[in-house]
């Protein structure tokens, strides 16, 4: 809170100086205590002129998802308004998981600057180094439990939405839960909902976007279908505008599920979607299943045309698009 004060304070005349007594004034702290903050702030990549005489200037802010810098401008009502910052966790869905059991607000949101062990669907590893991010967004939406894995696809449509035009790249979406710019994916999505029949405690959303991630670091396994933001556009993204228009986009498109238009969310999934029309395999608990996807329901199950022109829905799986010359 304190940190945030002096921020505040600075940041009414970045670049300009503000006498020492006008700092401590506006934060309600010492002299003392605030050199001691500066020092923190420092430490945390902020680049504070300091003189005797002159008093204290803020040069730069940096390139991270601190919580005064994500709130400073974040035009929400509620999502993003309530933030947990970690320098690194072991996943951001187990902690928000632990902070929905324990009452946190819907809209809450933790962000953390590297993952330990993020998850992917199916269990698996998610890289979560440092320059991506890497965020989970609590939500208690009233709504019968069976309609949770619509916000796999309402998550989807945003971060789509929000790639193409702030980045203007070739972004679409990977069913179920991957965001492709070209062919190559840059985020993935991991919803997870606690409820029993007939009732919906909360669902958490992960998202995962490598954003300023160096993909020539990954495991040669991961590299070639993996892509960055950086990398596509070949410069250093700010994080943090990027962060709040997705924010606020997605606060958006999820007030409209919770009145009730999801048939015209979904509608923007498929315009968004790589898969419909594509020959996919869909590897599901040792078995491959392999078909044309020709559509998507309105719970997100996909449709695959078998070969013999049979219709099979799948509910769940790892999507592979298959080259068109393997059809």
Known sequence: MVKKKILKTLNKKK?????????????????????????????????????LSEGYRLVESPNRLLPYELQRELETKYIGQNVHYFKEVDST????????ENGAVE???????????????????????????????????DVSPVKAPQLTLITGVAVAQ????????????K???????????????????AADKEFLDYVVVGIGIDLNVNVELFPPELRDG??????????????????????????N???????????EILSQWRKLSKTIGKSVAVHKKGRIVLGEAVG???DGILILEMEDGTLRKIISGECIHRPSENV
């Open 93 to 100: 869905n187990e902690v928000a998981k632990k902070l929905a």
């Open 15 to 51: 670049g300009m100086y503000l006498k020492e007594e006008e700092v401590t004034s506006h934060a309600g702290i010492t002299a003392e205590e605030l050199q001691n903050e500066i020092e923190s702030l420092k430490s945390d990549g902020y680049i504070i002129d300091t003189s």
């Open 107 to 141: 809209g809450t949101i933790i962000i953390a600057e590297s993952q330990s062990r993020g998850r992917g669907r199916r269990g698996k590893r998610w890289l979560s180094p440092e320059g991506g991010v890497w965020m989970t967004i609590i939500l208690r939406p």
């Open 175 to 193: 069913w179920p839960n991957d965001i492709l710019i070209g062919d190559k994916k840059v985020c993935g999505i991991l919803t997870e909902a």
């Open 162 to 173: 929000t790639l193409q035009n702030e980045c203007q790249l070739d972004v679409g979406i």
């Open 253 to 263: 498109i999820y007030e409209d599920f919770k009145e009730g238009n999801f048939p």
């Open 296 to 298: 998507i329901t309105k």
């Open 226 to 251: 993996a892509t960055s933001l950086q990398f596509e556009l070949e410069k250093e993204i700010y994080s943090v505008e990027l962060v709040q228009k997705f924010l606020k986009n997605f606060e």
